[in-house]
């Protein structure tokens, strides 16, 4: 079974900018979530989607944003790049409906913003 | 408050030896699942071992066993014959019922380093 797959997986951007990061999830997993990974503020819990509704949200500005489409893949959005959303984006996906359900993550997209 | 405290910073274990990784947690929830998850340098986090709350056995996968003291809120990692590919970081995380199925609450991590 293929694993958790993220694109692309380095990225360089300057401040302003907007991005786009793609998340496709194991086959047959429902639920998609994203985190952010800083050395200063380490795993941060961004938001979750469960056949394409948001279920949960983490602290985060408006800025960050995301969706899910049927087929489960899931796209997450961060407008008006500032210097401090340099950072590891890493999906997980789960089947979602079980409350022993394992989380897997992907590779990762390192962005790295100018 | 914290609520995934990994105190070690970092760890050094010989090639064979058994290493013990802490994390104690904090919760009020009754229903609450506890993973380890191990990042190499790649970036890839990659899920080791889980344990429920109401689980009567402590969990075991491979070399990896989960040390679950419930009374005392800990949940530690014990690798048995460690391994050079074992060096990573290690992160302790909590998923509490409350907070929804998905959302995982992370230590800041210990970072292994296994020695030939």
């Known amino acids: 079974k293929a694993g958790v797959t993220q694109t692309p997986r380095y990225l360089i951007k300057t401040r302003g900018q907007q991005v786009t990061l793609s998340c496709s999830p194991i086959?047959?997993?429902?639920?998609v979530s994203w985190y952010q990974q800083t050395p200063g503020q380490g795993l941060q819990f961004l938001f979750e989607?469960?056949?394409?509704?948001?279920?949960n949200k983490g602290n985060f500005p408006g800025r960050f944003s995301g969706r899910q489409f049927s087929n489960s893949r899931s796209e997450m959005n961060v407008s008006t790049l500032e210097l401090g959303d340099s950072a590891l984006y890493l999906c997980a996906s789960l089947r979602g409906d079980q409350s022993t359900d394992t989380q897997y993550f992907g590779p990762g997209t390192r962005l790295t913003v100018l | 408050a914290q609520k995934i405290t990994q105190t070690q910073p970092g760890m050094f274990v010989q090639e064979k030896e058994a290493v013990t990784l802490d994390c104690t947690y904090d919760?009020?929830?009754?229903?609450?699942?506890l993973f380890w998850y191990k990042q190499p340098s790649s970036g890839e986090m990659i899920f080791l071992i889980y344990q429920g709350s109401y689980d009567q056995q402590n969990a075991t996968e491979g070399r990896y066993s989960l040390n679950f003291q419930k009374a005392r809120k800990s949940a530690n990692l014990v690798i048995s014959a460690s391994q050079l590919g074992d060096s990573a970081m290690y992160f302790c995380a909590m998923r509490e019922r409350n907070t929804g199925f998905q959302k995982l609450v992370f230590g800041t991590g210990t970072r292994l380093l296994v020695s030939p």
């Open positions: 086959s047959g997993h429902r639920s």
């Open positions: 919760t009020s929830d009754p229903s609450y699942g």
């Open positions: 989607y469960f056949s394409e509704t948001q279920r």
